[in-house]
C-alpha cells in the first residue's frame, strides 16, 4: 500500500529534516517521496554534542530525536507540505504504544500522506533496545496505531532484530501497510557523549539487504530497503533482494541531490511499461 510515490527512491528520516530545509537545494519533485525527521509526542532539545563522527564505511550518530514535537510539526509544515507534488510520509518515534497512536490519531491532515512509525531507534527505546527487538511489543505499537488513524501505516524495523521473519508477520498481522528494513544499527559499547551510537551508511546494507529478503519471504506487503544505499547498483541489490521501494540516508549528508539522481538513473535502466 506505496502506490503513492512517485517512483521507488525515497530520502530517509532525517536527512532532508522536514523537507523545507532542503526545498531551495534539492529538486523534491524527483524524489519518490520524503520521510520526516523523527517526531516525538514532546519536543526535545537531542543528545549533547557531539553527535556524529565519521566510521569505517559509515557514520555513527546520537541525533536523539532533536524536534519540535507533533503539535508544531503540524501547525509549521504540514501546509507547505500540501502545496507539493512529492508525498510526504511523517516519521513518528515514541517509548510507548500510547504516546504512538496520540500522535497517529493528530497526524491524519492535508500534506501527510503515510506514517513510518519508527521501532527501530534505539534513543526512545528502554535500556538502548529498540522496540522491534522485542515481537509482541512491535505489533503492540503497530495494532494501536493502526486503531488511530487511517493513513497508511508503515512499520519500521530494526537491523539488529536478527532474523526478522517472526518479526514482521507479528507488525503485519497487527495492520502494518509496509515495512521498513534496516536504517540505523545500534552500536553496542560506541558512544557519543552520553549517548549509545548507532551506525549507518555502507557498512550496514548487507544486513538490510538480508532484512529485505526475510521480510518479502514472510508477509506480502511492500517492502522498502534502507541502509547503506549510496548508487544505483545498491537501489538494484535491494529491489531483486524484494523491495518494492528504497530509502537513502546517510549519503544524502554528503550529495543531497543524490537520491533525485539515483531516481533518474533507475528510470533509465526500468523505464515505466
Keep these: 500500500m506505496i502506490d503513492f510515490l512517485l517512483n521507488p527512491v525515497m530520502a530517509a528520516a532525517g536527512c532532508f529534516g522536514y523537507g523545507v530545509e532542503a526545498e531551495g537545494q534539492v529538486d523534491l519533485s ?13 519536543p526535545r532539545s537531542g543528545a549533547p554534542a557531539p553527535r556524529m563522527v565519521e ?6 550518530h546520537a ?14 509544515f504540514a501546509p507547505r507540505w500540501a502545496t507539493w507534488t512529492v508525498p510526504v510520509i511523517l516519521n513518528l518515534a515514541a517509548s510507548s504504544a500510547e504516546d504512538f497512536a496520540s500522535m497517529a490519531g493528530r497526524a491524519d491532515v492535508p500534506g501527510v500522506a503515510a506514517l513510518e ?3 527501530a531507534s534505539p534513543d526512545l527505546a528502554r535500556r538502548g533496545r529498540p ?12 495494532a494501536a496505531v493502526r486503531q488511530a488513524t487511517d493513513l497508511p ?20 498481522e497487527a495492520g502494518a501497510n509496509a515495512l521498513t528494513c534496516g536504517g540505523g544499527m545500534p552500536a553496542s559499547g560506541a558512544t557519543l557523549g552520553s549517548s549509545t551510537g548507532t551506525l549507518s551508511g555502507p557498512a550496514i546494507r548487507p544486513i538490510a539487504i538480508r532484512m529485505v529478503e526475510q521480510a518479502h519471504d514472510a508477509v506480502s506487503v511492500p517492502i522498502i530497503g534502507c541502509g547503506g544505499v549510496a548508487t544505483v547498483a545498491d537501489v538494484l541489490a535491494m529491489l531483486a533482494a524484494g523491495a518494492a ?3 537513502i540516508g546517510t549519503a544524502l549528508l554528503a550529495d543531497p541531490t543524490l537520491a533525485g539522481r539515483l531516481a533518474d538513473e533507475l528510470r533509465l535502466l526500468r523505464p515505466p511499461v
Design 30 to 42: 524527483r524524489l519518490g517521496a520524503i520521510v520526516t525527521r523523527g517526531t516525538t509526542l514532546q
Design 55 to 60: 566510521a569505517p564505511s559509515g557514520l555513527l
Design 63 to 76: 541525533i536523539g530525536h532533536q524536534n519540535p514535537g507533533i503539535a508544531q510539526v503540524l501547525e509549521r
Design 117 to 119: 512509525i519508527d521501532l
Design 131 to 142: 522496540i522491534s527487538l522485542d515481537p509482541a511489543a512491535a505489533a503492540r505499537v503497530t
Design 153 to 172: 501505516v508503515i512499520v519500521k524495523l530494526s537491523p539488529a532484530a536478527g532474523d526478522v521473519r517472526a518479526l514482521t508477520r507479528a507488525v503485519v
Design 245 to 247: 521501494a528504497v530509502q
